[in-house]
């Protein structure tokens, strides 16, 4: 059997954690630069609040609902995600994080005779532990678990095993095709043009048909709801093949220095996530726009190939500031920025060049290695390439007016208790 553990509405229930004066309490997360809505506990979801919308459009309904906004706290929560992690790794060896909030395990060699009562001991654990309320679904593949799991968040124990129920089909045909893991907006509409509308029918649907109009990933699919396992599991996620950091500008930037230094400043942290998974990049994109609600909006965007695959900060500054020249009209008013990595290959397949300065170039290495790891220790960048400026001092960061105090991993944020 598989588990899927589901933090209910997570980013939200982080700030919660610190704040009990919040329980049964509207709450909203926002996005980067306090834009969109990002999140939402049970209470702001009864509200109509949509996901995904921007900030001012339900402002007014915020306030008349008396709806806590807070800016997003990545710190805090990814921070929190690691806690949950390690309380789910006391109870099950097997684990495999999906995502931030979510996380599968693999029950197989745990030879439970209750899978159930299990899962009620570890939501229990990691809410008195972490603070976090989450969903558990079991079932015998992974599509399975994420159909128990959604079930699960409207269950009062919140705790749903789908392959303990006398008619497992009668599930299934209560699940919309489109909330199938897996089947994507174009997907289910193919499927709906062929009356194929639920988790059932999808089951039971023609494997030709299948393979030829959603491929072998849409068969296997089709064959995890019959329970067959077709979806590996795997204990470390794969590495990335690309490595993006977008932002949302604090301010309209039209100035081409200003730009470079948040264009700088960003490819100084997309190359610092390459070096973490001992990675190297064989091309730099560099994106600008404006914003979307202006007239004359543009995106514009343009990629540099390196001469040999890096991962070094000023290599990959170098060649997102090349990008950033092409890009540049002026007059323009840019409101976002972004660095792209591709074409991305394992640190072990490094080919130097024919000029290239083997001892400058171990010694560039055992650089980034000592920056890295300050950074590290310090939870912040402390250490940047002067190309990127002075992040706090720049009006190009995004604001974050409403965002809560990262109480857990920054010293001088660390809460105070009064005895």
Same mark, same amino acid.
């Given at each position: 059997m598989i588990a899927l553990v589901d933090c209910d509405s997570f980013y939200a229930s982080c700030e919660r954690i610190f704040r009990p004066d919040l329980k049964g309490k509207p709450v909203i997360v926002l996005s980067n630069n306090d834009g969109c809505v990002i999140a939402r506990s049970r209470e702001a979801k009864a509200l109509g609040i949509p996901m995904g919308v921007p900030y001012f459009q339900v402002k007014e309904l915020v306030t008349k609902n008396d709806v806590t906004v807070f800016s997003s706290n990545y710190a805090l929560y990814q921070d929190i995600s690691n806690r949950v992690l390690a309380t789910i790794q006391d109870f099950c060896p097997e684990i495999e994080p999906y995502s931030i909030d979510e996380s599968f395990m693999m029950l197989d060699s745990l030879k439970l005779a209750d899978e159930d009562a299990f899962a009620k001991r570890l939501r229990k654990s990691i809410k008195r532990l972490v603070g976090i309320p989450v969903s558990i679904g079991i079932g015998q593949t992974k599509t399975l678990a994420k159909i128990a799991t959604k079930i699960a968040k409207t269950s009062s124990e919140g705790v749903y095993n789908i392959a303990s129920q006398v008619d497992p089909d009668s599930v299934l045909a209560d699940v919309n095709v489109e909330d199938v893991w897996g089947i994507g907006f174009r997907q289910s509409k193919k499927l709906r043009a062929v009356r194929i509308r639920t988790a059932r029918d999808l089951k039971y649907a023609e494997d030709g048909w299948i393979k030829k109009h959603l491929s072998v990933v849409g068969l296997r699919t089709v064959y995890e709801l019959r329970g067959f396992r077709c979806f590996g599991f795997k204990e470390t996620p794969d590495n990335r093949k690309t490595i993006c950091v977008s932002r949302s500008l604090g301010a309209h930037l039209t100035s081409y220095d200003e730009l470079s230094q948040a264009v700088a400043f960003y490819a100084s942290l997309a190359s610092e996530k390459l070096r973490a998974q001992r990675s190297l990049a064989n091309a730099v994109t560099t994106y600008i726009a404006t914003s979307f609600h202006t007239q004359d909006f543009y995106w514009g965007s343009r990629s540099v190939c390196l001469v040999t695959p890096k991962n070094d900060a000023?290599? #990959?500054?170098?060649?997102? +500031? /090349? @990008? $950033?020249? $092409?890009?540049? #009209?002026? @007059?323009?008013?840019?409101?976002? &920025? @972004? &660095? !792209? !990595?591709? /074409?991305? &290959?394992?640190? /072990?397949?490094?080919?130097? @060049? $024919?000029?290239? %300065?083997?001892?400058?170039?171990?010694? $560039? %290495? &055992? +650089?980034?290695?000592? #920056?890295d790891k300050m950074n590290l220790e310090a939870n912040k960048p402390i250490i940047w390439l002067a190309a990127g400026g002075k992040p706090e001092s720049q009006k190009w960061i995004a604001s974050a007016t409403m965002r809560s105090p990262r109480y857990t991993s920054y010293w001088d944020e660390i809460p105070l208790v009064s005895t």
């Open positions: 000023p290599s #990959i500054v170098k060649a997102a +500031l /090349e @990008g $950033l020249k $092409l890009a540049y #009209i002026r @007059g323009k008013k840019y409101k976002r &920025v @972004g &660095v !792209l !990595l591709s /074409e991305i &290959v394992p640190s /072990e397949a490094r080919q130097k @060049g $024919l000029f290239c %300065d083997l001892r400058q170039s171990m010694k $560039l %290495d &055992v +650089l980034m290695q000592t #920056i």
